[in-house]
T-cell receptor, first 111, second 116 residues
Framework: QKEVEQNSGPLSVPEGAIASLNCTYS??????FFWYRQYSGKSPELIMS????GDKEDGRFTAQLNKASQYVSLLIRDSQPSDSATYLC???????????FGAGTRLFVKA | GAVVSQHPSRVICKSGTSVKIECRSL??????MFWYRQFPKQSLMLMAT?????????EQGVEKDKFLINHASLTLSTLTVTSAHPEDSSFYIC????????????FGPGTRLLVL
């Protein structure tokens, strides 16, 4: 079992729709959770961080964390073609030293 | 804030030569920096963790004598690919973690290495 799992996609949504990206992790003691966006040929860019159960909103982005289910998600409202990218879920293990990245979900927003 | 730079952004070298890549945190101190490699259409692969003033910690399967890491200050880590071969051609990305902050990693723009 991979430590951080994401559906590789591609996830295709129409412009203006809500894109829902999901991630599960195996280390129950994980403390910190991150979503990064990576455009093709570029390095990852931090979108959101979340540390406690519940929802965290930042503009069109909402991160959701459920530690009991070991599940973290990212919702993108009013999706735009410019949101088309690979989204990486990252989880910091207990002890806070190593961050494990998922393989990423490719999102394609159709104009 | 939290800007990380890398130099060079792109390098082409001949097989057998060594290439040095610099990673700098521009507006914060980073006790810990990370080096990743990413092949086309594949996920990030952590190569090593660089700690200021101490030896780097390499991931399993990464040759420490081939990928030399030096983290001489709180704002600079370097990765040297020694005796580069075509199979080392890849996208090398560093990230830095703010000293004393949360575990957030901020990524540099990456260095694209092509070994001929």
């Amino acid at each position: 079992q991979k430590e951080v799992e994401q559906n590789s996609g591609p996830l295709s949504v129409p412009e203006g729709a809500i894109a829902s990206l999901n991630c599960t992790y195996s280390d129950r003691g994980s403390q910190s959770f991150f979503w990064y966006r990576q455009y093709s040929g570029k390095s990852p860019e931090l979108i959101m961080s979340i540390y406690s159960n519940g929802d965290k909103e930042d503009g069109r982005f909402t991160a959701q964390l459920n530690k009991a289910s070991q599940y973290v998600s990212l919702l993108i409202r009013d999706s735009q073609p410019s949101d088309s990218a690979t989204y990486l879920c990252a989880v910091t293990h207990t002890g806070g030293f190593k961050t494990i990245f998922g393989a990423g979900t490719r999102l394609f927003v159709k104009a | 804030g939290a800007v990380v730079s890398q130099h060079p952004s792109r390098v082409i070298c001949k097989s057998g030569t060594s290439v040095k890549i610099e990673c700098r945190s521009l507006d914060f101190q980073a006790t810990t920096m990370f080096w990743y490699r990413q092949f086309p259409k594949q996920s990030l692969m952590l190569m090593a963790t660089s700690n200021e003033g101490s030896k780097a910690t390499y991931e399993q399967g990464v040759e420490k004598d081939k990928f030399l890491i030096n983290h001489a200050s709180l704002t600079l880590s370097t990765l040297t690919v020694t005796s580069a071969h075509p199979e080392d051609s890849s996208f090398y990305i560093c990230s830095a973690r703010v000293t004393g902050g949360k575990e957030t990693q901020y990524f540099g723009p990456g260095t694209r290495l092509l070994v001929l």
